[in-house]
């Protein structure tokens, strides 16, 4: 697993490192949107918490916390971030030729 280091050009961007494993581009068929978020508007579209709204678009992945795929054998493909939880996926494809995602064990 390859860690890259940036070269400091403001205070900001100090210290920053970037897995290079992680992938960020999602399988279309794991993958639906969100409901809208109401951003801080009511009923008539009104902004009635002005310190809320704006945001990235994200959608949802769907995963499998069953893991019901008993004996089959599996391959991590890609590591992935999940903006919705806070944490890594792992897309793994079955020797069935199945695909879903998992949270990504710590140390796997």
């Known amino acids: 697993m390859a860690i890259?280091?940036?070269k400091t050009s403001t205070p900001s961007t100090r210290n920053?490192?970037?897995?290079?494993q992680v992938k960020s581009n999602p399988r279309n068929n794991l993958i639906y949107g969100?409901?809208?978020?109401?951003?801080g508007r009511?009923?008539?579209?009104?902004?009635t918490a002005g310190h809320r709204g704006g945001g990235h678009?994200?959608?949802?992945?769907?995963?499998?916390f069953r893991r019901n795929e008993k004996d089959?054998?599996?391959?991590?493909?890609?590591?992935?971030?999940?903006p919705n939880r806070n944490a890594y996926?792992?897309?793994i494809?079955?020797?069935?030729?199945?695909?879903?995602y998992i949270l990504h064990p710590e140390g796997l």
């Open 89 to 91: 996926i792992c897309l």
């Open 72 to 82: 089959i054998y599996g391959r991590i493909v890609t590591i992935e971030y999940d």
């Open 4 to 6: 890259h280091l940036y």
């Open 93 to 100: 494809h079955y020797g069935d030729g199945e695909k879903r």
């Open 16 to 20: 920053g490192a970037v897995d290079s």
């Open 42 to 47: 009511n009923a008539r579209g009104i902004i």
């Open 57 to 64: 678009k994200r959608l949802y992945r769907k995963i499998d």
């Open 34 to 39: 969100q409901h809208h978020c109401s951003k």
